[in-house]
């Protein structure tokens, strides 16, 4: 039987995700690897993990498909920017930024919002992987490895 390639790419994605899951525990010590999972049409805030902006603070939001900044807090400029057409304007009228925790929401989730994101607040940084179910609860997720 020869599979199409939807039924493959579903495949690797399924294994993807069982897999993550699996491993979630390994970094659920270290704060650095947060795994989010959302269903689609819903919305999810991605928490920078601060109770306050400090005066100074830069903190900048990370999309790591095509390595895009999505939003940017810049404090001492009193600055704070929101990149909705990036990407063919994919996150267009979906960011929410927090202006007193620099938190991330994403509204109405689709599929081709699942991935790697990312907040540097003064060069330290927090990694979120975002998963999206679909209609028949299957999860979406880009598959980045990083040598």
Do not use: P
């Not at 620099?102 to 990694?127: C, D, F, K, M, P």
């Amino acid at each position: 039987m020869i599979c199409g390639l939807k039924q493959v790419k579903m495949f690797w994605t399924v294994w993807f995700c069982l897999c993550f899951w699996h491993l979630d525990g390994l970094f659920a010590d270290t704060d650095v690897l947060k795994s989010v999972s959302v269903k689609e049409g819903d919305s999810v805030t991605l928490n920078s993990g601060l109770t306050e902006i400090r005066n100074g603070d830069l903190i900048q939001w990370w999309f790591w498909v095509g390595n895009t900044l999505i939003a940017e807090i810049n404090k001492l400029a009193d600055r704070f920017t929101v990149y909705e057409d990036v990407l063919g304007g994919r996150f267009r009228d979906r960011l929410k930024l927090d202006k007193q925790t620099g938190s991330l929401t994403i509204t109405n989730i689709r599929t081709e919002h699942a991935g790697h994101y990312e907040v540097e607040i003064n060069h330290i940084s927090i990694i979120f992987l975002l998963v999206v179910y679909g209609e028949s609860n299957i999860c979406f997720t880009h598959f980045i490895l990083i040598l």
